[in-house]
Structure formats: C-alpha cells, structure tokens
C-alpha cells in the first residue's frame, strides 16, 4: 500500500508498482487494463504456487497473479466460481515475526475448473497456465466479514455509443461451462435422428413451457452441477498493515454477482451491450468535459437536464474512465447535490413535491449511484467526499432521504405519484447502498484522518425528520417481497433490489441501537415468519446474487432474533 498524497483519503488508495503498470499497459488489452481495480503484492498459497511473493492483480472479473518482477499474467480464479472471501485470523509460522503480526490471511473459496477447459488469454502473446487448486495452510482460527457492492444502469441514446459495432459475449455467469453451451449449440445430427426425435423434442418444448423459462432451467442444470463440482481454495497473504486487497476483492466480487445478475434482464443487457473500448481516454474526458459544460450552464432546461443525467448514468454503467472522471470534477457531482436539494428536499418542506420534481430526483439519485459503483477506493472520490469534513457526503445523505407518505401538490393523481414515489425510494435505496459500502471501506483505515464509518453514516442520518419512515419503508419492501405479496417470481433487478435492502437492513440492526429497536419494534412477527431463508429460497430464482441474499437473511435473523430475546428478557424483568 502506498500513502498516495496527503489528506484524509491518502491510505484509502493504492498506486500501482511502476515496473508492474508499465507491464500491464503493456501487455494486456485496453479493455482489461482499464478495468483493473488494483494491484497488491502478498504472499501466495497453492498445490503448485508454495509461498511465493506475488502480485495479485484484480479486474472486474477475475484475480490474476503475476511474479513481483513481472513477466507472464495468470488467471488464478474467476469470480463467477468463488463462493466465499473471508479474512483468516491466524498467525502464518513461515512469516518473520514483524510479518506475522501485521498480515491480513485472505482465504478464497472457489469452485475448482476442470484441467480440460481452455480460457481466454488475456496476456497477448503469452502462454496461459492454469492454477491448480490450493492446499489451504495449517489456521488457528477463522473471522469472516462481508462487504457488498452495486451500480444500476439507464437508458439513453447517448453520445458514447461506438461508432463502430463491437462483438462482445453477453451469456450470464451461468452460461460459461463448455456442457451448459453445449446445450444451446449442439451439433446438428443427422437427418434420420433429427425426425425421431422431433416428437419427444415437442414434449420437452411443452414442458418447458409449463415449468418456466429455458433460461431458468439452464441456471438451476448449470448450478447443481456446480455443486457436485469440487471446492478450491487461493490464500492470499498481504503483509502490509494497511493493505485494501480483502476490500478490494469483496468489492469486486460483489459487484460481480450485481453485474452478472442484472445481465440476466434481456432489457438491461441490452442497454449494456454497447462498449467504450474504442474510445480512448482523450477522448472520453473531451466528451465528457462536453455533458459536464452543458449541465452547469445557467438555464439548463429540466427537458435537457433529463436527456444529459440519462447520458451521463448510462455512459458511466458502462465506462470506468467516465466514473474516474466524474468524481475528479467537483462542480458537476456538487451541482448534482444541489439540485437534488432544491428539487426534492425543499418542496417537501413546502407540503409535497410533485411527480415532474420525483422523476428528475430519481434520476440524480441513480446518476451518482452508477458513477459511485466501484470508485469508493478511488483517491479522486475518498478526496472529494470527505473533503472539509465531509461536507458532500453529508449533504448527500441528508438529501436522499424524504418522506414515503409524501402529499402531492398539483394536479397529478394518487396513481402517478406513489408510482413515482416509489421509483424515488428504490433509487434511493441503492444509493445509501454505496454510500454505506464507502463507510465500511473506510472504517478498516486505521488513520485518525478517516472519520468516515457506518457509524457515523447513521448519525449523519440520526436527525432528519424522516429517517424512521424511510427505513420502515424499505423493511416494509422486504416483507412484502419474502411474503409473496408482490408475485412469487423475482426478476434480476428485483432480487438486486432485495439484495441491496436486506443489507441496508442489517447494517442498521449492527450498527444502531436506535434503528435496530425501531424494526424490532415494528416487525417482530414478520422477522420471525417472513424474513427467512426459506421464504427467500421459494421466491429468488437461481442467479448469481442469490446466495449472497439468502446469506444476508441469514444474518438479519439471528440479529433481530437476538434483539427481540434481549426486550423479551427485559420485559419478564
């Protein structure tokens, strides 16, 4: 870990080894190196890889190992087959002393690739070789913590597309297995079997008609072959103090199973499906230094400033260099603030917003999450918001938040603003998802500059007016989602939704005694009845997120059941 700068957010970044980025820009593709989160030396563990100082190099979707003088790049696991990242407390014997202490043990479990299968090669030119499975070293015992991460994407005909078309895969997670894609392009048989097969090919069409769509039945085939797959482990051995790399992966990670999730959704791969890779980094901060003059000049019409917002969230979905962009630019994301204030916060205090003023609020709201998604670490963002004490990061907690029994003022009916409404609310939702994710993230900073925790996030939030409502809303959501009552089907952006709530939930079950007492107070019966993971089980389908959600109700069980024993005691008391 290098202390990048000076200021509150000098130990929340990392800068890369100069010999190792050289290395990379180098040798990888534009669209890998640009989508590298991080690059941390640590001490690696396999069958074949015995305690040897490496680089571990993390992109969006995989963990690459590379020697410390950098000459070849390898795979060493995907994140579509991890199944567990958890800090290991122990003390490994073959570290000095001084290391000893100071490591941060990070065990990866992952489901083992067949020696058969063939990846692609994104080291150019070289010779990829596989990493067999690790032998997990001798532990004295085990603490695992949780991260979580999201971003949302829009629609938007936007400046950003390519000009030229770009072939890229666009199969979910599930769908990456030599045997699943054989069943979407099989070979063709011959004549004769194709005609004695066609009636029991009818049936099977007409059975899969009945029991729910080709595509949730290749998820459940391809993950209960998963499960007979054998399980692996990669142990990682950062030996600096205030290393990131365990946040960094579980960020990674998590917004893997978000992004894989999502890409389930037809509509939402679609509006991804176009990529920034021809555009290089010049051009990108032109572009954007072109949306960013539009949006702050004076008169913007609420019409332009709608067609802008939506240009800047989907462009930012889908290129990284925009998100970096975006928080190095102060006056659009405090602009964005503002106007939020203005827009939503203060015809509230005027009796009621009307639904023109909750739709562009929505759409700041889901701006500034899609910028957010995966820049918590980034030195331009841990500057900006915790700048001056963090003015912005408060303003933009404390703006997000309204009121979910809001009147209306004007002529729209009940319908079209609860429809409203509750759009706001879910956009808001996850963008104190992120926010609560950069406090997590900042509170493993061991430095005094770094005040920012979940803790005090939620004092942050403590006095306004309508932070009660707004959180019994959204364990209102969860309720209603686990009981059935809104369909027994979700879809990915629903069950991303319900992932992002039953963390905010938790988080204040953890971290506030206040809020934890306010839920119990509220929904004891429905903790007890419909927050479980069997009702999850019932209503997710099979997807990437879905472990991680029904784990998250895992948690949120035993906390408030440990909270409704405790009033439970003090009552007989």
């Not at 073959?94 to 690739?113: G, M, N, P, W």
Request: charged fraction near 25%; include cysteine.
């Amino acid at each position: 870990m290098a202390r990048n700068g000076s200021g509150s957010g000098s130990l929340l970044v990392t800068r890369r080894n100069a010999r190792l980025d050289a290395f990379l820009k180098r040798n990888t593709e534009r669209g890998l190196y640009e989508r590298i989160r991080t690059c941390e030396p640590c001490v690696v563990v396999s069958d074949s890889v015995s305690r040897v100082y490496m680089h571990a190099v993390l992109s969006d979707e995989r963990v690459y190992l590379t020697e410390f003088s950098p000459r070849t790049l390898t795979e060493a696991v995907s994140f579509g087959r991890v199944r567990d990242i958890e800090l290991v407390n122990d003390l490994p014997d073959f570290l000095s002393a001084k290391d000893r202490e100071r490591c941060q043990h990070i065990r990866i479990t992952y489901v083992a690739e067949k020696p058969t299968r063939k990846e692609h090669d994104w080291l150019q030119g070289g010779k990829r070789e596989g990493l067999p499975p690790v032998a997990p070293p001798t532990r004295r015992a085990n603490h695992c913590t949780t991260m979580t991460h999201s971003f949302e994407g829009y629609p938007a005909e936007s400046r950003w597309r390519n000009k030229e078309p770009v072939l890229r895969s666009t199969r979910s997670v599930f769908c990456s297995e030599p045997e699943t894609l054989s069943l979407l392009r099989a070979p063709r048989a011959p004549e004769n079997v194709q005609k004695q097969s066609r009636t029991s090919a009818a049936v099977v069409v007409q059975v899969r008609r009945r029991s729910g769509s080709v595509l949730t039945r290749l998820l459940r085939r391809d993950e209960a072959s998963r499960e007979r797959e054998r399980e692996a482990e990669l142990h990682l051995y950062a030996v600096c103090q205030t290393s990131r790399l365990y946040l960094q992966l579980q960020s990674c990670w998590n917004s893997f199973l978000i992004r894989s999730t999502l890409l389930l959704d037809p509509l939402y791969r679609r509006r991804s499906a176009a990529s920034p890779d021809s555009f290089s980094l010049e051009q990108t901060a032109h572009l954007f230094s072109q949306v960013s003059s539009e949006l702050l000049q004076d008169g913007v019409g609420v019409e332009d400033l709608h067609l802008l917002l939506q240009e800047l969230s989907t462009s930012a979905q889908r290129n990284v260099a925009l998100r970096r962009l975006f928080w190095r630019s102060s006056e659009v994301c405090f602009s964005l603030v503002q106007t939020l204030e203005d827009c939503l916060q203060g015809q509230q205090s005027l009796g009621g917003a009307t639904t023109d003023q909750l739709l562009l609020s929505s759409l700041i709201v889901q701006t500034l999450t899609a910028t957010l998604a995966e820049m918590q670490v980034e030195e331009a963002t841990v500057s900006l918001l915790l700048a001056k004490k963090g003015i912005l990061l408060s303003r933009m907690l404390l703006a997000l938040i309204c009121d979910p029994q809001m009147e209306s003022r004007g002529s729209p009916t009940d319908a079209e603003l609860q429809a409203s409404l509750s759009e706001y609310l879910d956009a808001a939702c996850s963008l104190l998802f992120e926010l609560l994710l950069f406090g997590y993230q900042s509170s493993r900073c061991s430095s005094a500059e770094n005040f920012v925790s979940v803790g005090w996030i939620l004092r942050v939030l403590q006095p306004h007016p309508h932070l009660l409502p707004f959180i019994r809303y959204q364990a209102q959501q969860v309720v209603q989602v686990l009981s059935g009552l809104q369909g027994s089907f979700l879809g990915p952006a629903r069950s991303v939704l319900l992932f992002q709530r039953c963390r905010l939930l938790l988080t204040c079950l953890q971290h506030d005694s206040q809020l934890a007492l306010h839920l119990q107070t509220h929904f004891r019966e429905e903790f007890r009845y419909f927050v479980t993971p069997s009702c999850a089980e019932k209503l997710l389908p099979e997807s990437p997120i879905r472990g991680a959600t029904i784990k998250l109700i895992e948690w949120i069980q035993t906390h408030a059941g440990r909270i409704i024993s405790q009033d439970l005691n003090n009552t007989q008391l």
